[in-house]
C-alpha cells in the first residue's frame, strides 16, 4: 500500500473516532518550505469544554473561556507549544515546561519525559503525549507518549519514536484515546501517518473538520520556515 493510501485511511479512523481526545502531528509540507505542528484539544465535561487557544508571540496557550466555570485548573491551562534555539515542542500538559526548562539546560526531551508520567485524573489516567522538531543539525523529530499498562496506575510504560528524516506532505500523529469508553481507552500502537498540506489554513481546517463536531473544543497549526525558522500560527477556537 503507498503513502498516501495509508495516510487516507489512518485519516477516515480518525474521523470515525468519536473521542480521539488531544492530538498532535509533527510533519513537513509537501513543497518541503515548512515544517509543520498541529494540537488539538477535546472535551466532554462543561470543565473541559471551557477552553480556548490564545497565542503569545511564537509560544500557545490555553486558557478558560468564561472564568466563572472553571472548576479545576490544574490539568486543562498549560502551555502546548513552546520553542527555544531550533528546539519546537508541543505536548498536551505542562510537560511542555519540563521539556523547555531541560532543554534549556542542555539537557535532553527523553530525559524530560523521564521525570513525567500520565497524568493523575483516575480511572482514565490520560496518556501524556509530546512532540519536539528539532532543527539542530540534520532536522529530525521524536514524538513520545506516556501511559498507564491496561490503567494501572502502578506502572508508567514510556514509549518514544524518533524520525529522522521527513517525507514531503506527510506527518505522524499520536493522540490520548483510541475512542471514547469509560475508562477511556488509550492510544495504542505507532504513531499514525497523516497528510499535511503546503497551506497553513488548508491544514487547520481539514483537521478541524475531520474531528467530532460535539467534542472538538480548539485546534492549532504552526508552520516553521525550513529556510529561516520564521513561525506563523493560526487557531480555531469553538468559543469563537
Not at 466532554?44 to 469544554?49: A, K, L
Not at 532536522?139 to 510504560?157: G, R
Not at 477511556?184 to 504513531?191: D, V
Not at 497553513?200 to 475531520?210: G, S
Request: glycine share 6%; charged share 25%; with cysteine.
Amino acid at each position: 500500500m503507498d503513502l498516501e493510501k495509508i495516510a487516507l485511511l489512518n485519516e477516515e479512523n480518525l474521523k470515525n473516532n468519536p473521542y480521539p481526545g488531544r492530538g498532535i502531528i509533527i510533519g513537513i509540507s509537501p513543497d518541503r518550505q515548512n515544517y509543520v505542528q498541529v494540537y488539538w484539544i477535546m472535551g466532554r465535561s462543561n470543565n473541559s469544554r471551557n477552553r480556548v487557544f490564545v497565542q503569545e508571540g511564537s509560544f500557545m496557550r490555553t486558557k478558560a473561556f468564561d472564568e466563572s466555570k472553571v472548576e479545576d485548573p490544574s490539568l486543562i491551562i498549560y502551555y502546548p507549544i513552546k520553542d527555544l534555539n531550533g528546539y519546537y515542542i508541543v505536548s498536551n500538559g505542562d510537560q511542555t515546561d519540563t521539556i523547555y526548562n531541560y532543554l534549556m539546560q542542555q539537557k535532553t526531551f527523553e530525559a524530560a519525559l523521564k521525570t513525567r508520567e500520565f497524568e493523575p485524573d483516575a480511572p482514565h489516567y490520560t496518556p501524556r503525549i509530546s512532540g519536539l522538531i528539532d532543527l539542530n543539525g540534520e532536522p529530525s523529530y521524536a514524538l513520545s507518549i506516556l501511559k498507564t499498562e491496561n490503567h494501572n496506575p502502578d506502572y508508567c510504560l514510556r514509549a518514544f519514536y524518533y524520525y529522522d528524516k521527513y517525507t514531503a506532505g506527510y506527518g505522524h500523529c499520536i493522540h490520548t484515546y483510541e475512542g471514547d469508553g469509560n475508562p477511556l481507552p488509550s492510544f495504542a500502537g505507532e504513531p499514525k501517518l497523516v497528510r499535511v498540506f503546503d497551506d497553513i489554513d488548508q491544514t487547520a481546517r481539514y483537521y478541524w473538520e475531520l474531528l467530532n463536531e460535539e467534542n472538538r473544543v480548539a485546534l492549532a497549526v504552526k508552520f516553521i520556515n525550513c529556510k529561516d525558522r520564521s513561525a506563523s500560527m493560526r487557531i480555531i477556537n469553538k468559543h469563537n
